[in-house]
């Protein structure tokens, strides 16, 4: 794993499984809004999450338990944690993790600044560890500063790539059904063998469906169902919406869910996550300015432009503010490519600020990290040449940090008064030279 950022800790290597695994933050006012299909503001729904984390990976075949697989030196969880916290309505998110693993789990919270989250002791199997998650909300809990849900959404923490548009929709249709969760096509058809080793029957593939995760409840259903089922159950089940269904009699509202919701499970699933991870890199920009107004104007006539120009990129911008800390989290969060505006007339302060929590973070230990540094130049009241001269001194710049791996480009923007024109010269040292940049939009 990778060293972590100055003041943080290093994540303690997680711990071999074990067979039989014995088990041994708070939100602001979230609130689902709508989630009825009412009009936003007129419903409030508190929405909690167990992510059962507690498993060993004996199908991928690494001693590390899959979840704390490193991906871009990130691990998976990290990923999956990231995509439920970025859902404001989602008040606690409760993990269940092996004691083992309880210091890994921890360190990685603190790395990546995950929030929200709550650790709970995993069980031997699956739904023991979400029993366990949903015990933690139940209101009788001593000590707890959680509190009981009237939604609980149950996530693998081996899936990463949830939207919440899919959140919304099954944690909606729960509302209403009581119980849902995401399917998927069949991909083959499914047989049942006889003790034989023949085949007894076929199902059809059309009439049959793949359950996924997330799956959502009405908490009290599904609490419910935990603790009138069996050992066996316990012991065996796989399916939260059965259980659901057979002790409280609620039948489950289905959900198309996104070919993405797919469970790691296999060693190659995790070259494919890498891959869709690069791929959602490349479709990221962040419009970096200070503070001052009339740069946050330019900085969102930018984003403004950039939004229209490259459509599927997404496009935030954020302030360089003196304690970069919203800044920090966008890095955290693995965005690798920035335009950073700058007013400052010769050197380039703010670009100078963000390079040094680029390389602060380490995020371009395995993929080049792209910074377009953006000048203006009003040219009636400066010689564009006087300006061109200071601005060459960003080569020199962009030599020194390309050998860590981050490719600094300089582009001045020319304009007469405040009419900014659309052309400009660009400075580079680095990022045309060579284009092994995952498609990324750097010209
Ligand atoms: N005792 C267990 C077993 C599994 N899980 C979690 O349940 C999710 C889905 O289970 P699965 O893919 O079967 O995970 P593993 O049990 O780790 O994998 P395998 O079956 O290959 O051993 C994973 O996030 C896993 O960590 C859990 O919390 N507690
Ligand atoms: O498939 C599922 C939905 O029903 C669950 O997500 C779960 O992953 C099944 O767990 P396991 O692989 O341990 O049987």
């Avoid at 009788?140 to 693998?156: A, F, G, R, T």
């Avoid at 259980?243 to 499970?265: F, I």
């Avoid at 371009?364 to 953006?374: A, K």
Wanted: some cysteine.
């Amino acid at each position: 794993m990778e060293p972590g950022p100055p003041g943080s800790s290093r994540p303690t290597e997680p711990g071999p499984c074990l067979s039989s695994q014995q088990g041994a933050d708070q939100a602001a006012s979230a609130s689902l809004q709508s989630a009825a299909g009412a009009q936003p503001g007129r419903h409030s729904l508190a929405v909690a999450a167990v992510l059962p984390a507690g498993g060993c990976g004996e199908r991928m075949g690494v001693p590390t338990p899959k979840q704390f697989c490193p991906i871009l030196e990130r691990p998976l969880i990290s990923y999956t944690l990231q995509a439920l916290e970025r859902v404001y309505w989602i008040k606690d998110i409760v993990v269940a993790v092996t004691g083992e693993n309880m210091e890994v789990m921890k360190s990685i919270i603190q790395k990546y600044q995950h929030k929200r989250i709550s650790l709970v002791e995993a069980g031997v199997t699956r739904h023991r560890s979400i029993f366990n998650g949903l015990k933690a909300l139940a209101e009788d809990q001593l000590n707890c500063k959680l509190s009981k849900p009237e939604i609980v959404i149950v996530h693998d923490a081996v899936r990463p790539f949830v939207e919440e548009d899919t959140l919304l929709k099954v944690v909606t249709a729960a509302k209403k059904h009581g119980a849902a969760g995401a399917i998927r096509p069949l991909v083959s058809t499914v047989i049942s063998p006889s003790a034989d080793g023949c085949l007894d029957h076929s199902l059809e593939r059309a009439r049959h469906r793949a359950s996924e995760m997330p799956q959502a409840f009405l908490f009290d259903v599904i609490y419910e169902a935990y603790q009138q089922c069996s050992d066996y159950d316990l012991e065996f089940g796989t399916e939260c919406l059965q259980l659901a269904l057979k002790y409280c009699c609620t039948k489950a509202k289905l959900v198309e869910g996104s070919p993405d919701l797919w469970k790691v499970t296999y060693k190659r699933d995790l070259y494919a996550v890498e891959s869709i991870i690069k791929e959602k890199i490349s479709q990221e920009i962040c419009v970096v300015t200070d503070i001052e107004e009339d740069n946050k104007y330019v900085s969102h006539l930018l984003e403004e432009v950039l939004k229209s120009e490259l459509n599927h990129v997404k496009v935030t911008s954020e302030a360089l503010c003196h304690a970069g800390r919203d800044l920090q989290q966008i890095i955290l969060d693995q965005c690798y490519n920035f335009v950073c505006v700058n007013v400052m007339t010769s050197d380039f302060q703010e670009t100078q600020k963000l390079l040094s929590m680029l390389e602060e973070s380490n995020l371009s230990i395995l993929y080049p990290v792209v910074v377009v540094s953006v000048h203006f130049l009003d040219f009636k009241l400066v010689p564009p040449s006087q300006k061109m001269e200071s601005l060459m001194l960003i080569r020199e710049f962009a030599k020194e940090v390309k050998k860590r791996n981050i490719w600094l480009c300089g582009l001045l923007i020319s304009y007469p008064q405040a009419e900014i024109q659309p052309w400009g010269w660009a400075i580079c040292d680095s990022v045309c030279e060579d284009s092994d940049l995952d498609g990324r939009v750097t010209e």
